[in-house]
């Protein structure tokens, strides 16, 4: 899987400083293909799969929520991201559920601090 090296450099700065991204994804199935907004929290290689992930929170624009789309953690592997936009919003406190030693990563390349 090949990915650009300055993709994941900009990808680490957000999750370190909570810098809120948004990007174009397609989905594995291929139904889901538009731009997401995230809270990016964590990079990693996914022990399933063993591609480099991105874990985020989710946050759905209004048309994403009336097609069913739901906020929430997601999974993004990182050679499919595009069109990476960093935006001027940082987000303060750190979502639930959210563990910096993610097990479903096999390693763990940068996390964001947990924060309250």
Do not use: L, P
């Given at each position: 899987m090949h990915f650009s090296e300055a993709i994941l450099e900009t990808l680490k700065e957000a999750v370190i400083?909570?810098?809120?991204?948004?990007?174009?994804?397609?989905?594995?199935?291929?139904k889901?293909?538009?731009y997401r907004t995230v809270d990016p929290y964590l990079i990693g290689t996914l022990k399933v799969s063993n591609e480099l992930t991105l874990k985020a929170w989710f946050v759905p624009s209004v048309k994403q929520k009336h097609a069913?789309?739901?906020e929430g953690w997601k999974l993004y592997s990182i050679h499919k991201i595009q069109s990476l936009e960093i935006t001027k919003f940082q987000y303060?406190?750190?979502k639930i559920r959210y563990n910096p030693k993610d097990t479903e990563m096999s390693d763990?390349?940068?996390?964001?601090?947990v924060v309250n």
């Open positions: 400083n909570k810098t809120i991204i948004k990007f174009y994804y397609e989905d594995s199935n291929g889901f293909k538009d069913g789309h739901k303060k406190s750190t763990i390349i940068c996390s964001t601090a």
